[in-house]
């Protein structure tokens, strides 16, 4: 067994979503494919996968040197012990050869791409959905059947920005969403504010709205929202400052009641380490959002898992970014605490097949072997042109 | 004034060298060149600049998402409000757009590239050598005449391991350098002693001697080393565990008396930050070695020197990662502690000219406006096939 070709396409994500940082019109995303030489109906079995959502396609890296240094390895060096599936491990390993520690970066997010694919590549081996194929792989004696996500969105409107902001979230609940999350920092306190109390109409109340600053906020502004925003109770209050300032996270829990959320903008366990060690985070309370698909991969996001659970926190306190299949099956097999959908947007990658929507604010996985991909109808034209023999007819 | 064209040349290094963690065979270097309009005996005034040495070129990042951005952008987003010169700092901003914080790793370089460019392009303008642009920019009233350098290598050799170090650094002593740096970590304690013993016959003392681990220790062998090299009083002890494990760090500058040295792979001045307040450094003894190639640039650099200074550390402690042209000018325009060379290696970006060698372990710049690329031999070939105008009859 072995591979015998790796292929990475850059998709631009479709639509025209901005944060209180950056617009997503320009960002794209790698959907790779590790094509193996085992056949099942008369077709090779290809592990497919992304470089998760909201960062950019990393075709240079990948092409340059990630995926050179996998085609001139030996079939042993990737395989594992026992032949019979690929070790993602190994495949790291292979891939990041000469490349020195720090800068975790776009590195990351290409990496990861490759190490997911050969994850669907192994629960297609094993002709199972890859949620099975992980919470084995970790040790876990039971995969969740499902998962709590809430609907992210909450965007800023060039006029009647609350009344727009209700029906966005009257839409949510209309998909069967029950708990919501909304940008911050674009606009004044004052009218940050209004919005939150518009959007509260539609939650019902505080612990079904989280609140999302982008990092965009310096020390003064960052307690000055929170201040104002402790009387609601809210579910979380996201990303405050630079992702990196853990000095600022802290002072900011120091004073804040309620929960707060971060990690989607650290890439490697040994930032994760310094977010445990310096950013103030509280035991069952806090939230964090790393991605294995902007990280290395399961590998390195199972490492981030140990170290919270080092620091005494809990794998429930987990919720990762990017609300889409990959990440469905890791939350579902490593049993964390969630993760958010951002319904109608970020397609073809974002969100999930209709027959994973069963209402009250769930999400379940199909049994479709690896992560499901090729059945979200969004993916078909991006995978086919990846990989045309996948829809082919043999 | 505008600009033109934005070129990258993706540069193999040369040589077969390898410290303890990455062999730099496969290495390259992202030369890019910033063309304007401005014409100087009939060929355009261009600036040239390179991501530093030592981890890759970026031709993904900067043709997918850098360059077309700057492509794309109006002259006056670009230029200083004196119509005189370009604005790195406005360069940085339209090179950057929609680009989410966070994630600093290959995008540091690719960016740091163009913008050296665009501070070696200024310094032709002003037809001076860029420390004195440099000096200028930052308000500093005088550029040093000389800065010193240290001549780093020791590497391992598969026999005879410690008579070959004292040939290679007298080989260095013989160009003139007077203080040394080489690797430990890849032997055991024992012969890495023996190594170091060898080396200090020709280095004289451990002031003229560092030691660099390249983050390959955990705590517990980094502590084994700093116990058993205490004695010998060295220059410094170099990047001991990985680059982002502050807590390590501080657990042995809490132990080991002498200078620790570290920062090279930290890319944005919000990892600095986290340097200053959890590495335990110390003020005027530990030694900080970002390098701007390799983080954005050089208006980033300024921003981790004043958060150097803000937090009570020297400039002086400031030695920059990258032995080579530009970084000699921002050592000079900016009043640092001096800089690394790797004599004969690293080709061919690493190193100064002769004319730049005055022995004494000290290193000047020539009269060369910007940081005087063209004028250094080994890059005459890769300058003249990204710019052919430049060496070009006219």
Redesign the interface.
């Known amino acids: 067994m072995k591979i015998v070709d790796v292929r990475e396409l ?1 998709v631009r994500l479709e639509g025209d979503v901005a944060n209180a ?7 794209d995303v790698s959907l790779v494919a590790v094509v193996s030489d085992v056949l099942r109906n008369g077709k090779p079995v290809i592990g497919l996968a992304f470089n998760s959502i ?8 990948l ?3 990630i995926i050179p240094r996998l085609r001139a390895a030996q079939t042993k060096d990737l395989l594992a012990d026992d032949g019979r599936r690929f070790d993602p491990a190994k495949v790291v390993h292979v891939g990041m050869r ?11 997010a290409a990496m990861a791409a490759i190490e997911l694919a050969i994850w669907d590549l192994n629960a297609k081996l094993g002709d199972e959905p890859a949620c099975h194929t992980i919470a084995q792989a970790f040790g876990r004696a039971e995969v969740a059947p499902t998962m709590t996500a809430y609907a992210a969105g909450g965007y800023y409107y060039p006029s009647q920005s609350a009344a727009r902001l209700k029906e966005e979230f009257s839409r949510y609940r209309d998909l069967g969403f029950t708990a919501f999350k909304m940008k911050i920092g674009g606009a004044s306190l004052a009218e940050d504010l209004a919005r939150i109390e518009a959007a509260l109409e539609v939650a019902g109340n505080g612990e079904n709205l989280a609140v999302d600053a982008n ?1 965009r906020f310096d020390l003064e502004t960052g307690l000055s929202y929170a201040r104002a925003i402790s009387p609601h109770g809210l579910r979380w209050y996201e990303e405050i400052g ?6 600022l996270n802290r002072r900011i829990a120091e004073v804040y009641p309620g929960a707060i959320a971060t990690g989607e ?4 366990a ?2 994760v ?2 977010l445990l ?2 950013a103030g985070a509280r035991r069952g309370l806090d939230l964090f959002q790393m991605d294995a698909g ?1 990280s290395y991969g399961l590998g390195e996001y199972g490492r981030m898992l140990d170290l919270m659970e080092e620091h005494g926190f809990e794998r429930h306190q987990a919720v990762p970014h990017g609300g889409h299949l990959i990440n469905l099956h890791i939350v579902l097999g490593l049993g964390l605490g969630g993760c958010e959908a951002y319904p109608g947007v970020f397609q073809p990658f974002g969100g999930y097949p209709l027959a994973c929507l069963i209402g009250g604010g769930r999400v379940r996985a199909t049994q479709a072997p690896g992560f499901g991909l090729e059945e979200k109808p969004e993916l078909r034209d991006p995978i086919a042109c990846l990989c045309p023999e996948i829809f082919a007819h043999v």
């Open positions: 850059s940082v950056v617009s997503f019109a320009e960002h909201g960062r950019f396609a990393q075709r240079g890296i092409c340059d040197r000469n490349e020195k520690p720090g800068g975790h970066g776009d590195r990351a990092g630079d992702p990196l300032d853990f000095d903008n650290l890439f490697s040994a930032d380490k310094n060690l310096f902007l």
